[in-house]
């Protein structure tokens, strides 16, 4: 009889498993203070030349939108426009930081959808 083949694998295998839950758990602690340091971030996206600026949190919470004085002269309609952009540029720095961010804590692991 083989040794250490109860149940289909090895006593090897079982180790790999136990490692397995560790890290698992590491990553489930981390992701709860990357939560916590995501929502108290501020990630400022802009347009026009820092016309428009738009803050948002690490989980893409709306925080504020600052207007220059000069930007209310270009009208309605550009106006609206360089707040969309400026809230598009907010969006992309903090999915692109919690990306970042989520690849660290996960450490190379090949999770699927990160």
């Known amino acids: 009889m083989s ?3 109860g149940f289909g694998f090895g006593l ?5 498993l136990t490692e397995a839950f560790k ?3 590491q990553i489930q602690e ?3 203070q990357l939560q916590e340091e995501l929502e108290q971030m501020e ?3 802009e347009s026009g030349g820092g016309l428009v600026k738009v803050t948002m949190s690490g989980n893409q919470e709306p925080k504020g939108v600052t207007i220059a004085p000069e930007a ?3 009208g309605a309609e550009v106006l609206s426009d360089l707040v969309a952009t400026a ?3 907010a969006y992309e720095k903090s999915t692109a930081t919690m990306r970042d961010r989520m690849e660290v804590l996960t450490g ?3 999770l699927p959808g990160l």
């Open 3 to 5: 040794q250490g083949q």
């Open 12 to 16: 090897g295998k079982m180790k790999e």
């Open 23 to 25: 890290k698992a758990q």
């Open 30 to 32: 981390g992701a709860k």
């Open 43 to 45: 990630i400022q996206g």
């Open 72 to 74: 209310l002269n270009e």
């Open 87 to 89: 809230m598009k540029d």
């Open 108 to 110: 190379g692991l090949n």
